[in-house]
């Protein structure tokens, strides 16, 4: 069996002209007046998420958040959202209407409304979330150019944290439950990142180890990563003591926190940071450059270190 | 558990204002020049459909297709099809792709490109297909009015025959094998329905008894069925003798035609019909009438007979 990716490309070989941009987050149709930004992303029971790691309306909230955040990267404002949910046998109504309060929560948070979905019985859990919205252009993955700034928002390896934590059977930090259970997508630090004319962005779903590789191959350009520079989450420094790594490798190698990862033009500056951070609340940290070439060379306490990406899907 | 319908209303019910138009098919969005028509809609491996049924690339094909029967009802046109797949451990790439050169083809044919998507791993094949679709003016199902006659395309109950063929067994007839395997969303007839000015529209996923009854109660009226002239697939003769049920109750009760059921203006004549048929190349038939009050009221050789609908989760 493949990873994930490998599979897209094999898909998108056998489909030929009749698919289009399989391997990017977000599907981009020109509009009247704009562009209409979709994607579309599951979260599978005992795969995603488990019940005895989160509440039913958690669940709901986490599935549509990590679809919301791909609209984010792209600077786009949400508008819509449809729930196309699988349900156990066993499952109670109260059970279903708690995930869809979730759901529902997450949408009102970026000001959008559920539009739509589907409820079908099957083997467990598992949520089919699709967010459309609005942009004037979105902002691709494949156009980092060489000299821009590479950028993330928040701290990262929260999500990781809570994830190694429940895996031995402990309890998480309440900061990393928080960051795992209830992330917030970066709509307006998205939006605010495009103005800024952001030239690639994407969202940190497979972790700064794994994006930075999707930014590089698709931007074909080569990615500098000063690992030290990387902003971890309070809650990485316990954990990745226990594994036995830096926390920055630790919140590196961590997927699902859901900040944007961005590369800015060289104007971008500190000062353009801070006036970022005042306008929007959320962080933003230069962890790298961007350069002629390819592949992606990640550096530690001046040391090369080849991070991991984090795949669901192995 | 509640059945479908119940829980989408307790859904809505808990939502509120922050959901809208959870029980119809589709979502209608307004877009600078015309409307933006969005669905979603799950297939779940020994829920919906059965590998020793169906070959991947049928599997992907009728996924597709049933999805796009939605817009089909709308009287929109296709643009785009997004596909979650969700794909268990023991499946190989190959089989992952028959699937979706399957979905592939049933957007070609109604010339719809493949935009997007996500893999997920998951306790077994479930594939969950959005669609998206433009038209001026969306035909609802909450419109229907006293007067109107009640049209059905095709022929139904093929998708049933083959059903209970592979229940008891045996193998489906070629005809009734294609009506479930290879489904053709009716694109074509449901705009041209739309230009004639349908009032109300929907595709046939739930059968005539099921379809009948939402129809009846999104537009608050009461619907006579004539169950006699009710158009039946060949391949239900057999079937619905085995069953001792006439083939036009056998074909009302049986689920996934994927034909359209339309409430059209009284203008709308056995002329019309026939210029319709001559168009589309597809046939059309009355098979009841929309008056004032509420509730379905079948007849079938001038007696009395309610309707089962067709619910996959039950």
Redesign the interface.
Known sequence: ??G?FE??K??AE??GP?????L????V?P???GQ?V???????E???FRFDWLRHQEVGWRAAAAALSDLAAEGATP??V???V?VP?S???DE??AL??GV??A??AVDA????????????W?T?I?V?GWTKHAVSRASARTGDGLWVTGVLGGSRAALEAWKRGGEPAPDARTAFAHPHPRIDAGRRLAAAGAHAMLDLSDGLGGDVRHLSEASAVSIEVDLDAVPVASACLDEARRLGISPQQFAAEGGEDFELLAAMPSEFDADSAMAFQRASGIAITRVGTIAAGSGVHTAIAGRPLALEGFD??R
């Open positions: 069996m493949s994930e599979r897209i094999k898909i056998a489909l009749r698919a289009a941009g399989l990017d987050d977000c599907a149709l509009t009247g007046d209409l979709v994607s579309t992303d599951s979260s599978v005992g795969v995603h508008a819509a449809l729930a196309a699988v046998a499952a109670s109504d279903l209407v869809m309060v529902g929560a949408a009102a409304l559920v539009v739509g979905g589907d409820l079908s019985r099957g083997p467990a598992m089919t699709t459309l669901h899907f």
